[in-house]
Structure formats: structure tokens, C-alpha cells
């Protein structure tokens, strides 16, 4: 298994919609999550992180968490055309907390 | 304004002619950290330092070297570069913990 599991896409979501990424990750003791957003050609953005079970809203962005289930996901509400990238997860990994990141899921907002 | 600053953007060079990436911050940061990007492998942490003189091995450290002598300058090293190292790498800081919080612009490294 994978230790951060990602669906690598494209994820093709109309403008106005809600796009949902989600990440599986392996590590039952993980405690950190965060999102980052990378678009083509430029470095990565810290956009979310959360550390406790449940949802945590930042303007249009919502993070969800539930370690029971060992998943991270995060939701684009109203996805605008700007919102096309690349997003990555990254957990701290439980046994020895060095950050892992996913592959990434490719988001393509259709205008 | 905040940045963390790269340099080389773009580099090619040749095996074993060893190299340097300097990465400086504005931030007044402790924590640094240096990753490689490649196709299919996604982000992978190299090196990372919580603080001057205290650095430690992330999950690719193989063939690399860092020093932390400075707070704001945290400089990769090559001793021997290898065509395996032939990537997109990024340097990146946060004010505490260990995940980035800012990213350089990267730096893209081609070892023939």
C-alpha cells in the first residue's frame, strides 16, 4: 500500500461545481495533514492543513479529516477556472514524522 | 516581501563535478527544508533543519549534503553529482513545524 495514495486524474469539474479531492493515507499514527496547490510550471502553495477529525472551512476550501478511515479529502466549493492544478496531500508519517507527500490530483475546472 | 530565494534556477552540468543550490529566506524562519520532484514519484523531502546546526535526514538524502551555519541560508550540495539526480528541486521554509510553508521557484538540475 501506498503511503499517501492519491488519484492522480484529470479530475474535470464544470465551473460553479464542487470539486472533491481525496487522499488515503497508511500510517495509522499520522497527526498532520495539509493540501498544497502546485500549478504547471510554478512551486507548490500551502492552501489547507488540519489535525483534528472533522471538517476545517477556509473561504472556499474545506478540509476533511477522519482517521479512523485513514482519509484526508478537500473540497473546492464554486470551483472557478483558476482552481485548474495540480493538488497535492502530504501527511507526517506516524512512526518516524517526516512529511510524505502524495503524487497529486490534476483538477481541470471547465469553464 | 517574503520570499525564499533559489539559486540556480537552471543548471546543467556533468557527472561528478560537484555543485551547489543556495536557498536564503527573509522570513526569520527555523524550519528548512530541500525536495526533489520527478515524474511519477511525486514530492520527496531530501534534507530538512529545525534550526542553525541542526539538520536531519529526509526520505531521499542519498548523494546529497546540507549546512545550516545561518539561520537564513540553507545550501544543498552535490559532492558527486549523478545522472539519478537529475531533477526539480525546491527549497522551502516555515516559521515552526515541519511542513513547508514557502516555497522557492525551484531549481532545475541536469546531470549528463
Known amino acids: 500500500q501506498k503511503e499517501v495514495e492519491q488519484n492522480s486524474g484529470p479530475l474535470s469539474v464544470p465551473e460553479g461545481a464542487i470539486a472533491s479531492l481525496n487522499c488515503t493515507y497508511s500510517d495509522r499514527g499520522s497527526q498532520s495533514f495539509f493540501w498544497y496547490r502546485q500549478y504547471s510550471g510554478k512551486s507548490p502553495e500551502l492552501i489547507m492543513s488540519?489535525?483534528?477529525?472533522g471538517d476545517k472551512e477556509d473561504g472556499r476550501f474545506t478540509a476533511q479529516l477522519n482517521k479512523a478511515s485513514q482519509y484526508v479529502s478537500l473540497l473546492i466549493r464554486d470551483s472557478q477556472p483558476s482552481d485548474s492544478a495540480t493538488y497535492l496531500c502530504?501527511?507526517?508519517?506516524?512512526?518516524?514524522?517526516?512529511?510524505?507527500f502524495g503524487k497529486g490530483t490534476r483538477l481541470h475546472i471547465l469553464p | 516581501e517574503a520570499q525564499v530565494t533559489q539559486n540556480p534556477r537552471y543548471l546543467i552540468t556533468v557527472t561528478g563535478k560537484k555543485l551547489t543550490v543556495t536557498c536564503s529566506q527573509n522570513m526569520n524562519h527555523e524550519y528548512m527544508s530541500w525536495y526533489r520532484q520527478d515524474p511519477g514519484l511525486g514530492l520527496r523531502q531530501i534534507y530538512y533543519?529545525?534550526?542553525?546546526?541542526?539538520?536531519d535526514k529526509g526520505d531521499v538524502p542519498e548523494g546529497y549534503k546540507v549546512s545550516r551555519k545561518e539561520k537564513r541560508n540553507f545550501p544543498l550540495i552535490l559532492e558527486s553529482p549523478s545522472p539519478n539526480q537529475t531533477s526539480l528541486y525546491f527549497c522551502?521554509?516555515?516559521?515552526?513545524?515541519?511542513?513547508?510553508?514557502?516555497f522557492g521557484d525551484g531549481t532545475r538540475l541536469s546531470i549528463l
Open positions: 502530504a501527511v507526517f508519517r506516524g512512526r518516524d514524522d517526516k512529511i510524505i
Open positions: 533543519s529545525m534550526n542553525v546546526e541542526v539538520t
Open positions: 522551502a521554509s516555515s516559521l515552526r513545524g515541519g511542513h513547508p510553508q514557502h
Open positions: 488540519i489535525y483534528s477529525n
